[in-house]
Structures are given as structure tokens and as C-alpha cells.
């Protein structure tokens, strides 16, 4: 079994639009981590276009010119906080914040209703990660 996240550090937004009720931030180039799972086990590294999708969005800050590389963000879904790594796949309907910041200096925060996450096209490996990097996540799917 693969296990995937997105890690926003270093990932690339080309491009925000609002579109009727949702806002949609396309990445393109997703820092998207998998690993088997297996306590020990190696990664990989890859690069994917990405869609963040948030409902009934309400945005605090600015966002910066695009494209900009993200340097830090964080995603809290009710007692959940994800810190600067996302577990995929990810479609959740309840209150939802997004904070993100820029290299740029921008920073945003964006509350929502729901967020959807997509992976798009193909991706390109970049490296082997270390098993360090994943061993909090197998150690709670190992609990759970």
C-alpha cells in the first residue's frame, strides 16, 4: 500500500481563482512525499500539480505575486493540525484553516467550509527520502 502527502514547504502555487462559492489554488509543482508505510522504509520525492479546493472561503492577508514557492503553511481540520505536511487523499466537509507563508514575506489565512485536494498529471521523481521524515506518520497509522 502507498501512502502520499503533500508537503507545502518549497511547493509552488501557479495560480488562486475564486469561482462562485470556492476557491481554487493550483499548484504547479506539489512537493508530494510517498512511502510505503512499512516502519524502516525509504521514500520518494516527486513533483505533481496539485488543487487545493476550499468552500465558502473567507481570506484574511494577501497573497503574493504568482508564481511564489510556499515557506511554511499549516492546515487544522477540527482537532486535526497538519504541520507544513498533508496525508492524501483529503476531502473533508467541516470547518477547515488554511495559513500559509510566502518566501515573499505575504502571508494568508483562509477559513472554509470544506477543502478538497487533488493530485493532476503525472509526477516527476526528484529523490529517495530518508524513513526519518515519514516515521511519525507510519508510528500513528500503527496506533490507529
Not at 38 to 58: E, I, K, M
Amino acid at each position: 500500500m502507498s501512502n502520499k502527502a503533500i508537503e507545502l514547504h518549497d511547493s509552488k502555487i501557479e495560480a488562486v481563482h475564486q469561482a462562485g462559492d470556492h476557491l481554487e489554488i493550483h499548484f504547479n509543482k506539489a512537493y508530494v512525499y510517498e512511502w510505503s508505510g512499512v516502519l524502516g522504509d525509504n521514500g520518494t520525492g516527486w513533483g505533481q500539480c496539485a488543487r487545493f479546493v476550499l468552500y465558502s472561503p473567507f481570506l484574511l492577508g494577501r497573497w503574493p505575486v504568482f508564481p511564489e514557492s510556499i515557506k511554511s503553511g499549516v492546515l487544522e481540520v477540527g482537532e486535526t493540525v497538519y504541520d507544513n505536511v498533508i496525508s492524501l487523499p483529503l476531502d473533508v466537509s467541516e470547518i477547515v484553516k488554511l495559513s500559509l507563508s510566502f518566501f515573499s514575506k505575504e502571508e494568508v489565512i483562509i477559513s472554509a467550509s470544506r477543502i478538497e485536494i487533488y493530485l493532476e498529471g503525472e509526477a516527476e521523481y526528484i529523490e529517495t527520502v530518508p524513513f526519518q521524515i515519514f516515521e511519525k506518520e507510519v508510528k500513528k497509522q500503527c496506533d490507529e
